[in-house]
């Protein structure tokens, strides 16, 4: 099946060329190139019972990478299973109008900052509120920044758990669709974050001028801005479900792309406006790369943010009063090796010999990159 890797192979270094982008960019496609290839080195396992010989590539683990994620994936929501509460769940959507692309495109940091910022503020005080909850809420952002079609679509999910800690340190459960409204939602997420961006404006590029400035925000404030909250997950088991899903989801996984032929790339999307239907579309090659490097994000920026109780300042100490709370039983956590984590992934035993079917792997060589051989 064709993937990713295979695109850039072909069609990445001529976008490159072409296009210029900054560093970071490169490094992304050209890791996604290499990946567990011999350009990166890796090692030869040798199977303890048959003496069979098998040599494994190492990975790029770029963030971007669609083979680098679904161990990291696994890894991070093992360590999430701890945290979870005995309570409903919520899945809140917090959306940057299209209006303000063309700005955040060419202002990622602030403007993703600022997209995580606004809409954490928004959920916090409105959960504190003693016409609401009236308690302390802790909840994990994820940033997105692609529809179905690959194209610019900034947003945060964000999963909440139904309460939160009142001020005197007692437990207060939410009501069983959810606290806030989601137009109160939307209307204190447009101000704040407008806010904060009319503080900003003049280190923003594209809003510098004034006239620029008036004529942006008077059709920012005259748009109803997008806030969707989800029904509540059934289960803690079904949070753990949705965190693996989007935590460590990149702009597109292989099994949607479907072919590459004559300098054209089609892939499978779900056209949300016609019942989410399930539909092909072709793409250009170039088109195709354009639109994926869009999604590249900036060097060092954290996508995934935990805040209020969940917050790690806070965690230590207030999540230990939830779960004391919530009569969570204290329990040690396990750290799982990445071939167990593999196993609960795969379902198979990846150091078991393919070969005899009884031995196991073990490594008895190193293979470095050509460039350090």
């Known amino acids: 099946m064709p993937e990713l890797q295979d695109i850039f192979r072909l069609h990445g270094d001529g976008w490159l060329n072409a296009n210029r982008p900054p560093p970071h960019v490169w490094k992304a496609f050209h890791a996604i190139q290499d990946c567990r290839t011999a350009v990166l080195g890796g090692h030869a396992d040798a199977c303890d019972e048959c003496g069979f010989v098998q040599v494994s590539y190492n990975s790029c683990r770029n963030r971007h990478c669609p083979k680098c994620q679904a161990l990291a994936k696994e890894r991070w929501v093992a360590d999430r299973e701890a945290e979870l509460l005995p309570v409903q769940y919520f899945h809140v959507v917090f959306t940057l109008p299209e209006e ?3 700005i955040v495109i060419h202002n990622r940091k602030k403007m993703f900052g600022l997209l995580f910022a606004a809409s954490a503020e928004t959920l916090k005080a409105l959960a504190k509120d003693p016409k609401r909850l009236g308690a302390e809420v802790g909840f994990t952002s994820i940033l997105h920044t692609w529809g179905q079609n690959l194209m610019f679509h900034p947003h945060v999910h964000i999963v909440v758990p139904g309460g939160g800690l009142t001020p005197d340190g007692q437990w207060r ?4 669709k959810f606290f806030i409204p989601v137009k109160a939602m939307a209307r204190l997420f447009r101000g704040k974050f407008m806010a904060a961006l009319q503080k900003m404006r003049h280190e923003v590029r594209g809003l510098e001028d004034e006239s ?9 404030y005259a748009k109803d801005w997008y806030v969707y909250c989800k029904r509540p997950f059934k289960t803690c088991l079904s949070v753990l479900k949705y965190l693996g899903r989007y935590t460590h989801r990149i702009a597109i996984s292989n099994h949607r792309i479907v072919s590459i032929q004559n300098d054209t790339v089609s892939f499978k999307w779900r056209d949300y406006k016609n019942r989410s239907k399930e539909k092909v579309m072709a793409l250009s090659a170039a088109e195709f790369v354009r639109r994926f490097a869009l999604h590249i994000l900036p060097p060092g920026f954290t996508k995934i943010r935990h805040y209020g109780f969940l917050a790690p300042a806070q965690k230590k100490k207030k999540l230990a009063l939830c779960k004391k709370l919530t009569g969570v039983k204290a329990a040690a956590s396990v750290k799982l090796s990445a071939a167990d984590l593999m196993k609960k992934l795969t379902g198979r035993d990846v150091t078991l010999c393919p070969r005899c079917g009884v031995g196991h792997f073990t490594i ?10």
Request: net charge neutral; aromatic share 4%.
């Open 100 to 102: 303000l692309n063309d």
């Open 173 to 176: 459960g939410s009501r069983k």
């Open 364 to 373: 008895v060589s190193d293979i470095p990159p050509p460039a350090a051989a």
């Open 212 to 220: 620029t400035w008036l004529t942006t925000s008077n059709a920012l």
